[in-house]
């Protein structure tokens, strides 16, 4: 894990990837979705009571006359303010216009969490490096379907895009 930047809550959001109520209930690594649901609303309150955005990403499949039962956010994760994305894609900003509703805000600094670790929230984190936002990882926010996969992200690409830090290392300027 690398040092917690300090962070300004008018230039940052949190981007919550795929906390839907079927995702949280899959066997997950290394901590089961409870766990990283309960740091996620964690962060979220706290990215709230800063004034800052709270980004919550969840997938639809393209194609299909019905989305699978359980395709909607957890219930209650959702706050008046919060942005909801529905991707169709891997990652959370190909033909969402996420990347345009950040920007807007004035956006530079992206802190992410969700499930799973080495999919959406690594295809989402890969493609805002590439527009150059800058990154931070609650690693205990996330999980994967193995732990080898959790940690292969964690520990070999996250740190190579950005932060590594604890949920409760995550703090604001002032």
């Known amino acids: 894990m690398t040092a917690a930047p300090v962070l300004d809550p008018q230039r940052t959001a949190l981007i919550l990837v795929d906390l839907m109520e079927r995702v949280v209930a899959l066997p997950l690594e290394p901590r089961n979705g409870t766990e990283v649901l309960s740091r996620a609303e964690e962060l979220a309150s706290a990215f709230r009571a800063a004034g800052a955005p709270v980004v919550l990403v969840r997938v639809e499949r393209p194609s299909v006359p019905e989305q699978p039962p359980g395709s909607g956010l957890v219930p209650g994760l959702l706050h008046g303010g919060d942005l909801e994305v529905v991707k169709r894609t891997l990652g959370g900003f190909h033909g969402t216009g996420l990347d345009e509703r950040l920007r807007e805000r004035g ?31 609650a690693e205990d926010a996330m999980a994967a379907l193995t732990a080898a996969e959790h940690e292969a992200s964690v520990r070999l690409d996250f ?15 002032g």
């Open 107 to 137: 956006v530079t600094t992206l802190v992410f969490g969700g499930i799973a670790t080495n999919l959406g929230v690594e295809s989402t984190a890969r493609a805002a490096a590439d527009l150059g936002y800058d990154l931070v990882f």
């Open 159 to 173: 740190p190579r895009l950005g932060a590594v830090v604890a949920a409760k290392e995550v703090r604001f300027a």
